[in-house]
Structures are given as C-alpha cells and as structure tokens.
C-alpha cells in the first residue's frame, strides 16, 4: 500500500469512527442519544488509536495536515510529500463522512435541529469567539503534536520489544482523549484541518434533510489553528527537547 493511500484509508476511518460517535449521540432516536461528552471523547479516542494501527507501518499515520505539516517544518518530513499526503487525508475525510451518513440515513430526518446535524459532521464552538475559539484550536494541536513527537523520542522508546508499533498507536489515542476531556469544550477539539474541512463539505454537498447552513464563517478557524498549533508544538518539541 503506498503511502498516500494509507493516509487515505487512514483517515477515512479515523472520520468514520470520530463523527460516527457524534452522530450517535447528536441525533434522534439512535441508541446512543444524548449520551454526552465524555462518550464523544472517548470515541474519537479509539477512533484514533486504531486508525493509527491500521495505516501506521504504510504511512507513519499522519491522518492529520497539521502533523504533516509540523513534521516537515522540523526536518521529519520531506516537503515534496506534504501535498499528497493533505491531499489523501482531505479525500479520506470526506470518505468518512460519506459513509457516517449512510450508517445513520433514517435518523437525520428524525433530528430536527441543524445544528445536531452539523455537529455530527464538523464543529461549532461552545460560545462564538473568533480570537478566543482559534486560540483553543492552537493549544490543543500545541499538545497534540508535541505529544506525538514525546511518544516516538528514542529515549521512550523500549530496544529490541516493539514498544512503538505496539504501544505508540494507543498512547496517541489515549493523548486525544486527554485532550478532548481536558480543551475540547470550548471548540469541539478539531485539532486536525482534514477531520473539520472534510466532513464540513460533505455536509454541504450531501442531500441531508433539513442540515440548514455549513458554517462556512467559522470554517477556516479548524483550519488555521491546527495548523498553527502543529507548527509551534513541533518546534517547540526541536527547541527544548532536541536540544537536552
């Protein structure tokens, strides 16, 4: 499997299991309705840690533009790459999304309010605030990429047991986790442009009964932040840790 497929399939799963919990719990008459928080997070949780498992010896299991692009910043990514793998992990999101709408054809119909609906593809934040809802997109992906780099340093990692093939992938899910429960309140924790972007364009080319508007106005702030956010953790992860 090459990479840029794997990055795909990847993240097609990571999308189909993360909104396939906000699905469950935001609409009517599913079995999961109204279940809450701590349910969507930790379904984005598993979600990650197996999409990981899945990809992880194809593509390294980016499934994240903001990861890609943080890691070829510091070095740990060749630039030539960085289109291909966004361009995979953009096509597997909206894959995902896709099919978190066939899982659940009967019940959007059921679910009177857009914002359930929307909610079950790609995020609105708690309380609008432009400053504010990117400064959490910037801090959580911080945490996230700096996270990851923390997990895969050579000093975590166990000679000779395959400590990072087989424990890397659950510790990152168990890091979203964390930060869902932790930052994910203000924003919904998109934390990733692919996991917002993507399902946020199935939402507006999808016959969905009753979805209402996209949101196109907040769009570009699980854009912009990620991004951001991945870009400061990983040089913040080269600064501090590469240079101890």
Known sequence: MSPNVAEFFGTMILVLLGNGVCANVNLNKTLGNDSGWIVITTGWGLAVAFAVYLVNAHSGAHLNPAVTIGMAVIGKFAWA?????????????????????????????????????????CNTPAIPHTLSNLITEII????????????????????????????????????????????G?????????????????????????????????????PVVGPVGGGIIGALFYQMVWSAS
């Open 81 to 121: 790459d960085v289109v291909g793998y966004v361009a995979a992990q953009m096509l597997g999101a909206i894959a995902g999304a896709t099919l978190v709408w066939l899982t659940y054809l009967p019940h959007w119909k059921e679910t009177a309010d857009p914002g359930s609906i929307r909610g079950s593809f």
């Open 140 to 183: 959580g992906t911080f945490v996230l990429v700096l996270g990851v780099l923390a997990i895969l340093t050579p000093e975590n990692l166990v000679p000779n047991t395959g400590f990072d093939k087989g424990l890397a992938p659950a510790l990152v899910g168990l890091m979203v986790w964390s930060i869902g429960l932790s930052l």
């Open 185 to 221: 309140g203000p924003t919904g924790y998109a934390i990733n442009p692919a996991r917002d972007l993507g399902p946020r364009i199935a939402h507006a080319i999808l016959p969905i009964a009753g979805k209402g508007d996209s949101d196109w106005n907040y769009s570009w702030i």
